[in-house]
C-alpha cells in the first residue's frame, strides 16, 4: 500500500503523463516526459519548459539539487510511490524522477540562423537511440543546431530524449523538415551542405585536407538501412565518405555522424 500523499499508478496524474510516451498525444498537449535525475536537471536548467516534476522520496534524498532547482523555478514536485514512478518509465529499472516539460522544438528557420556554422541533419532516422545520439553529438560537438526530416523518430521520444543525456535541451531542434527544399536554401545562404555516403565521391581525408570542412558546413546523415535517396546528390555541395581501413563493412550513422562533426568543429577552430 502507497504511503499517505505518495500519487500511485493509478493516479489519474499518472495516467495522465503516461499517454505522454505516444507521438500523437505529446503532439496534442505540446509536452514530454524527460526521465532521470540528469535530464531532469538539464530541464530544470531551463525553467521556463518544466511543467511539473514526479519523483520518489529518495530522490529529493540523494538529488537535493533537483528538488532546490524545482523549488527556486516553482515548477509543482510530486511525490510517487514505486509502481508509479515505473508506469512514467520507459526503462527496465526506472531512475525514480520524471519532468513534464514543453515540446522544444522550433521552426528551422529558428533553428539555422544566418550565422550558423554547424548543422546535423537526419534523413527518416527510425531509430530513438539514433536521434538521441545524434543530438548529443551534436551538442558535443558544439553545432549550432539539429534538423531532422519528415519519417524521423520525433527527438522527443522517452527512448531519444534519454540517449540525448540532456542534450535535447541544450542546441534548437526542427522535426519534419524537407530536407532537399533545406538544402536548397542553406545552400544560398552560404552554408555547404555535405551528405555522409558510404559510397561518397570523395573522402574525409580530402575534405579535410584541402580546407572544405573549414567552411560553414551542414552535415547531412541518411536512413538507417537505405541511407539518402537516390537523387539527393543534386541538392548537396559533396558527397563525402569515412575512409575505413579495416575490414569493418560500414559505419552505423551514430558512430558517422560523431566523425563528421568532430571532423568539422575541429577544422573550423584551428
Given amino acids: 500500500m502507497a504511503s499517505p500523499g505518495l500519487l500511485t499508478a493509478q493516479s489519474v496524474r ?22 532521470g535525475p540528469q535530464a ?28 532546490d532547482l524545482a523549488a527556486a523555478a516553482d515548477v509543482p514536485w510530486f511525490d510517487v510511490d514505486r509502481a508509479g514512478a515505473e508506469a512514467l518509465s520507459e526503462t527496465v529499472t526506472s531512475q525514480g524522477v520524471v519532468a ?31 536521434v538521441g545520439t545524434l543530438i ?35 542546441l534548437p531542434i526542427t522535426v519534419d523538415a524537407d530536407l532537399a527544399t533545406a538544402a536548397t536554401a542553406w545552400r544560398a545562404q552560404g552554408l555547404q551542405v555535405l551528405a555522409a555516403d558510404g559510397y561518397g565521391t570523395t573522402d574525409l581525408d580530402t575534405c579535410i585536407d584541402d580546407g572544405t570542412l573549414a567552411k560553414p558546413t ?16 543534386a541538392f548537396v555541395d559533396h558527397s563525402v565518405k569515412v575512409p575505413i581501413y579495416g575490414r569493418a563493412e560500414s559505419l552505423n550513422l551514430a558512430t558517422a555522424a560523431a566523425i563528421c562533426l568532430y571532423a568539422s568543429a575541429r577544422a573550423q577552430r584551428r
Fill in 136 to 170: 548529443r553529438t551534436a551538442d558535443a560537438a558544439g553545432a549550432d543546431a539539429v534538423v531532422l526530416s519528415t519519417e524521423s523518430v520525433d527527438p522527443h521520444n522517452p527512448k531519444a530524449v534519454r540517449a540525448s543525456v540532456g542534450s535535447i535541451f541544450h
Fill in 218 to 233: 551542414v552535415w547531412l546523415f541518411g536512413n538507417e538501412a537505405h541511407g539518402l535517396p537516390d537523387g539527393f546528390d
Fill in 40 to 67: 531532469v536537471r538539464e530541464a530544470l536548467e531551463h525553467r521556463e519548459l518544466v511543467l511539473e516534476v514526479y519523483a520518489e522520496p529518495s530522490v529529493a534524498t540523494r538529488h537535493r539539487d533537483l528538488r
Fill in 14 to 35: 499518472i495516467k495522465q503523463a503516461r499517454r505522454l510516451a505516444t507521438r500523437a498525444f505529446r503532439r496534442k498537449t505540446g509536452r514530454f516526459l524527460a526521465e
Fill in 100 to 130: 513534464v516539460c514543453s515540446l522544444v522544438d522550433v521552426s528551422l528557420e529558428q533553428a539555422v540562423l544566418p550565422t550558423a556554422r554547424l548543422v546535423a541533419a537526419g534523413f527518416q532516422v527510425r531509430d530513438p537511440g539514433n
